[in-house]
């Protein structure tokens, strides 16, 4: 099976147990809870995409591992033009969802190792490419979500983690057997993992040789012994677990973004799903390739997907208070498809300017620096989108009341009159679209862009170190006829 159904999917789901907790309570069936079934449903649209002949050339790809068409979100890219079409793929989850759609740092893990896996072998002889492309063949063959992990709570940023009282702040290896390892800690901030087949977790960035037992990686399944997953929970998550009219949420269906803790309590790992143990020198490249691919998912796809959903909720807005002629309202809305295709073109950048990484390994990766500079760029961007689509949609964005007063026999005819501005068009549209700019814009994107794919300061000090300006210099030489 290359490609599985929707149904098939959350069959899947439904036959596994993994361990969650939710606002003190646990969480027994993900499918059930209205906030964890969220993250099914997203995950389920990228089955739907790939059947439909309408987004199957974006959202598939021909893998040469098993020689079927395979979902996107499990294949690495072999050239530039699967690198756009990743690019593509991104913008389009991101502007049908509304929200995260959970494969794509699994996928992203899936290119720091299928790169630093041949590399290693190539360098040290290890065999971890080869039990890679055998794992990541048996995710195509079954079309698995895989969920990816590295953010962790860490301890003082002065000290080693070697150094910490509480040497477990990194996941760290604590046993090494013969057929395995078993590991303990925590990853933080990690979307969608409870709702995925699998998790490939990474280390959270370089190690120095006596840290070795914090150079990790590997793919357990999301319900493994000793996993626990400790969700989020928000205003928005209280408001969810209390909706009687999804529509009130400003994105009924998928939600906001769903995220989880995962604690690892001495959690077995086979040897065969080992792809990173103790080579220290590597784990730099792995968090390093993984950065810039990410960057470029986070900075000039996603976001670009969602600036979209804004974008068009302001013009409905726009269209139904009558102000599609009023000269500030354009002008804001023309800055915001300045800020979305400045982001796309971010984006597509990086993808066209990939290059084979590491040479001869047959893999392709986004340019460093504008994946970085994608990334960078859409943290100040969405901010300022945000409050363009907030000063559009006015103070009713935070004000509004319910849907349910519509209904009512008393006042539903006062929140109707009041609430059309004298149009024609139907005021729980009106009313419907209004929550959705409130859920972008008073939700938790903004904080969720910056901090997503590593903070505008992690950007900036990766081109510090991969932008150096001996071409720029040495133009102004050749300018002035400078010689050294």
């Known amino acids: 099976m290359a490609l599985k159904t929707p149904r098939q999917f959350v069959e ?7 361990r969650v907790f939710m606002n003190g309570k646990r969480v027994e069936s993900v499918l059930d809870n209205p906030n964890t079934r969220t993250v099914v449903e997203a995950n389920m649209a990228s089955y739907q995409w790939a059947l439909d002949p309408e987004s199957a050339l974006i959202m598939t790809a021909q893998s040469p591992l098993t020689g079927d068409t395979v979902n996107r979100y499990t294949h690495v890219c072999r050239s530039v033009d ?14 049908n969802l509304g929200t995260c759609i959970y494969r794509c740092v699994g996928l ?15 360098d040290l002889g290890t065999g971890y ?12 063959e079954n079309d698995l979500s895989v969920a990816g992990a590295l953010t962790e709570p860490r301890g003082d940023r002065k000290k080693r983690a070697i150094d910490w009282p509480d040497p477990y702040l990194s996941l760290k290896v604590v046993d090494r057997r013969d057929d395995g390892i078993v590991v303990r800690g925590a990853k933080i901030n990690i979307s969608g993992a409870f ?35 400790i969700c989020q929970y928000t205003p928005y998550s209280a408001e969810r677990d209390q909706a009687d009219d999804i529509f009130e949420l400003g994105n009924p269906r998928f939600g906001q973004r769903e995220t989880s ?88 950048a990086a993808a066209i300017k990939g290059v084979e990484d590491p040479a001869g390994s047959g893999y392709f990766l986004p340019d460093e620096v504008m994946g970085n500079v994608a990334k960078l760029n ?41 609430l059309s501005f004298g149009s024609e068009a139907d005021t729980r549209n009106i009313m419907k679209v209004t929550k959705l700019l409130q859920h972008w814009t008073a939700g938790q994107h ?28 040495g133009l102004v030489k050749k300018t002035l006829g400078i010689e050294d």
């Open 261 to 348: 803790m995962v604690v690892f309590d001495d959690v077995f790992v086979p040897m065969d799903r080992v792809f990173h143990l103790g080579e220290t020198r590597y784990s730099g490249r792995i968090v390093t390739r993984f950065a810039k691919t990410h960057r470029m998912t986070c900075g000039g796809t996603c976001k670009v997907g969602f600036m979209n959903q804004i974008i068009g909720a302001c013009a409905l807005i726009q269209e139904y208070k009558g102000l599609e002629k009023v000269p500030h309202i354009n002008e804001q809305i023309t800055e915001m498809v300045v800020l979305r295709e400045t982001g796309r073109a971010c984006g597509l």
């Open 82 to 95: 699967d690198l756009i079409k990743k690019a593509e793929a991104g913008c389009f989850a991101a502007e």
């Open 129 to 140: 490419h080869d039990r890679f492309i055998e794992y990541l063949k048996w995710v195509q």
């Open 195 to 229: 709702a995925s087949h699998e998790l490939m977790v990474l280390p959270q960035s370089a190690k120095t040789e006596d840290e070795s037992d914090y150079a990790i990686a590997f793919a357990v399944p999301a319900d493994a012994k000793g996993i626990t997953y």
């Open 378 to 418: 859409i943290c100040n961007s969405f901010w300022r989108v945000m409050a363009l689509a907030g000063d559009i949609g006015g103070g009713l964005v935070v004000t509004m009341p319910s849907l349910k007063d519509l209904d009512h026999p008393e006042i539903g005819p006062y929140v109707n009159e009041f």
């Open 108 to 122: 992203d893990a899936f290119h720091a190792l299928a790169t630093t896996c041949w590399e290693m072998d190539r």
């Open 12 to 18: 899947s789901i439904k036959r596994m147990s993994p």
């Open 446 to 473: 903004g904080v969720a862009t910056w901090h997503g794919a590593g903070p505008v300061m992690a950007q900036k000090i990766m081109l510090q170190r991969v932008v150096d300006h001996d071409r720029e210099k």
